[in-house]
């Protein structure tokens, strides 16, 4: 295999958080076709539940949206009851989608010209 | 040979929630005028908490309890709205469709506008005493002791549809699903049946994307160097032309800014989705696990392969309840070792307030991508942030208990350490929820048309 490099996963991917009560939505979206088999290998359930470790989620379940290059991840039970319990000033948890894109993942040196942002 | 097919239904969304822009509208309804057509224009401006608000505003005042901007929403484009008969569909009504609605009938006789025909739906509100069994049921000792503010069943798009095949021009509404808004017109027009499970599931995931309003066209996008979106300043609302088996395109006003993009499209479209397979509402169970998007042209994005599977036989409720008081406080520490002076001073709170669990964010260092249990700012070793606002939140049921916590913050002035200023402290009320289902038998629904008034 070909020499991979290390970057965020928000140079591959993006996303958008949603919550309903005590559960938020997290989608995984890649930037080019051709990433999307390095998600499907690398941000898998077991990978994002040990980010969100401190979250304490109860489940994560990893749905898989290949006409659209995409993942949903659902994470139960992360939001410290939701909208109306948190003490978070982000009760929504909105922000939860820049935490997992900032996971470390490996690209194969060819597909480095898919990835976005500056080098 | 064959017809050319109908014009398509044009909907336009002008809010994605309660406290959206109030000049939203005005180039919705400019863009559907001139396009022509059938056309609608929905407001969606009820989440999760924003119910339980109305009905503590509804408390206080019987006339009181809709969205407290429907008049600057409404107003700017109601005029030009009837004239051009576009119809217009809302649960700006929130815990007061009625009294909405006879606003909306006081507005329009001030403008000097002929009298519009406004629906307003019901059966949504399971807040008074005869629906406390039904709760009851379904809650069980949940419901013990709880002090309720509201409790609303997610009513489907079937009342909006009668309504407005009964004539109406302005359907005000509570507690409806948010893609019902766009259902509801769309069955109307085209005139399915309730059990057309694919034509609905479409015209859901329409109403879907436009449901938020702004952040399917390029609100709430914005990633300097990776998303960029040209003029988000004046972000433009969108369109969606949907066809007649529901398949749509969602663009949107003309001459805003904004862009309407394959990648917003797709977060959009899994906005607040779990299992993409089932995505429920009260219409129909929409099916977008082979959902394709395609650009067709500027600012023009194109779904299609969405399917629906039967409706479910339960309602979602959710109840809202008095939940105690927050109490909140922050203070501010800068310059050279300000982070080590806001943890001390996070130490000290913790040491004068034992009885309450204190959440500690240091803003400018970690906040709010900590958990409330401190577990991740454990874990984070004290760095050298030049410029952090401690901040502390506390919940409690008893307001004395919860009052220590302000006075403590604010005791920080002399008591805590150096340099420390800024302090802003609050005490709120606090309202929580719980959900059920309930069978949808038990919640009958209804429109009536508002009477005339001379």
Known sequence: MSAGITVPLYRAAHGRTGDKGN???????????????????????????????????????????????????VLDEVLDGGVNDALNLDTHGKALSFWLLDLPIEIPAALAPLLAGPS | MTPSPPSPLLIGCAAGFSGDRVDAAGPVVDTLIARGGPAFLIFETLAERTLALAQLRRRADPDAGFE????????????????????????????????????IQAMAAGMGLPAPRIAVVAGDDLSGAQHEPLLRAQLGAAMDGIRKVSANAYIGAEAIAAALDAGAQIVVAGRVADPS????????????RADDWDRLARATMAGHLLECGAQVCGGYFADPGYKEVPDLHA??????EIDSDGHCVIGKAARTGGVVSLAGVKEQLLYEVHDPAAYLTPDVVADISAAQLSQAG????ALSGVRGHARPASLKVNVCHEGGWLAEGEISYAGPRAEARARLAAEVLRRRLP????????IGALSIMGDDAGRLLAHTPAGDARDVRLRVAATHSDRAQAERLPREVTALYCCGPAGGGGVRTSLTPRLNTLSCLVPR????????????VQ
Not at chain 2, 355 to 360: C, K, M, S
Not at chain 2, 441 to 452: Q, T
Request: hydrophobic letters at 50%.
């Open chain 2, 68 to 103: 407290p901007l429907l008049d600057d929403m409404l107003r700017p484009v109601l005029a030009r709205c009837l004239a051009h008969k576009i119809r217009i569909v809302s649960n700006f009504g929130a815990a007061n469709p009625l009294a909405a609605a006879r606003h």
């Open chain 2, 235 to 240: 972000v433009g609302y969108p369109i969606a």
């Open chain 2, 355 to 362: 009885g309450l669990a204190l959440r500690v964010d240091l």
């Open chain 1, 23 to 73: 559960r938020s939505n997290i989608s995984v979206i890649a930037w080019h076709p051709d990433l999307y088999p390095v998600l499907l290998a690398q941000v898998t359930e077991a990978v994002v539940a040990r980010h969100f470790a401190h979250r304490r989620p109860a489940r994560v379940q990893r749905f898989e949206l290949p006409q659209l290059a995409a993942l949903n991840f």
């Open chain 2, 181 to 192: 808004l766009t259902v509801g017109p769309a069955m109307s027009h085209f005139g399915w």
């Open chain 2, 298 to 301: 500027p600012d023009r994005v």
């Open chain 2, 441 to 452: 038998e038990a919640v009958p629904l209804r429109f009536e048309m508002l009477e005339g």
